[in-house]
């Protein structure tokens, strides 16, 4: 018997009780990859990891974009993974 995917609400609450960094698309095509900070109904609060094309974006000025409310609507489910400490490796969640 394999264990059932967790629902994205699911799955993004306990990466955000543990610190996990996670990782998925947005439908709108960016690349998320940082931490969740909290959820809020039906939207996440997204604090982006530091990204040195951000920085050559902003002349070295910011390191990463303002944390960022995100309906979870807008993630591509499928897409969802988090950064297991122990092994090292990034875990599909969904």
Do not use: Y
Not at 35 to 64: F, I, Y
Not at 70 to 81: E, K, Y
């Amino acid at each position: 018997m394999t264990a059932q995917p967790l629902a994205l609400r699911d799955a993004l609450e306990q990466c955000a009780d543990a610190a996990d960094k996670v990782g998925f698309t947005l439908l709108d095509g960016r690349e998320f990859l940082g931490w969740v900070a909290d959820l809020d109904g039906e939207r996440a609060l997204l604090m982006w990891a530091s990204s040195p094309m951000h920085a050559m974006s902003t002349n070295g000025a910011e390191w990463n974009p303002d944390d960022e409310w995100v309906p979870l609507s807008a993630i591509d489910a499928g897409t969802v993974a988090r950064r297991d400490k122990a092994s090292r490796r990034w875990v599909p969640l969904c």
